[in-house]
């Protein structure tokens, strides 16, 4: 979508923040983004039983992409980007993923199906756009569901949630069939995460074409 052609646009809340932590090693940030991701994982979890978890846990969504945004800039302004800092950029991308998309996917509040169709489309999404760099085609950040997305929604819906549960709308019925609110994202992640996997593998093969 969209979010992740807008990154620039939130130098202003990094920059000064990452001024200031110019001597730390970037891969501590980057640790702690991780580690951010899957308390929020954790706490979307439990968050069925106990649901003010709900508001924690978006914050740590939201606070764990912060985290991961900060050290890419405080890389740059340090002058320490490197491939190797990059590659575990990317891995730890993916874990925190998993471990915050995979929390609301094993969780009461979403079907496991529909779970577990989200985590593929996340991660196909990122493996497309990653596998066109690696054969030699352009890293790809294009489509309807980027991570700067997954990481809004992920705020968002639990939020969300929170206040339909207050409201007494936890859920609504469609064909007989009873939604969260978390899981009409999981069902957003599953349907566009899968196009976006689609769509970035057709722009691949098309720039593979003119190649040849």
């Not at 110019?22 to 640790?31: D, L, Q, R």
């Not at 690696?134 to 969300?160: E, N, W």
């Not at 939604?179 to 996997?197: P, Q, Y």
Request: charged share 15%; hydrophobic share 55%.
């Amino acid at each position: 979508m969209v979010l992740d052609g807008q990154r620039s646009k939130v130098d202003f809340a990094l920059t000064p923040v990452a001024k200031r932590l110019i001597n730390v090693n970037p891969n501590i940030i980057s640790w702690i983004g991780l580690i951010l991701a899957f308390v929020s994982g954790l706490l979307l979890y439990l968050s069925f039983e106990y649901h003010y978890l709900l508001l924690v846990g978006a914050a740590m969504v939201i606070l764990s992409g912060y985290f991961d945004a900060l050290d890419g800039k405080v890389a740059k302004l340090a002058g320490k980007a490197s491939e190797k800092g990059d590659y575990l950029d990317h891995v730890f991308d993916r874990y925190a993923d998993v471990f915050m998309i995979g929390g609301v996917a094993v969780s009461a509040w979403c079907n496991p199906y529909i779970g577990l169709l989200a985590l593929i489309g996340v991660l196909l999404t990122s493996y497309m756009g990653t596998q066109a760099q690696a054969i030699g085609a352009p890293r790809l950040y294009a489509g309807l569901l980027g991570r700067a997305d997954r990481v809004v929604l992920s705020t968002i819906f639990p939020i969300i949630q929170f206040i339909m549960l207050c409201l007494g709308y936890s859920a609504i019925d469609v064909a007989g069939y009873s939604i969260s609110w978390l899981e009409m994202m999981m069902i957003w992640f599953a349907v566009i995460g899968n196009l976006t996997a689609i769509q970035r593998g057709i722009i691949t093969w098309k720039n593979l074409s003119k190649k040849d």
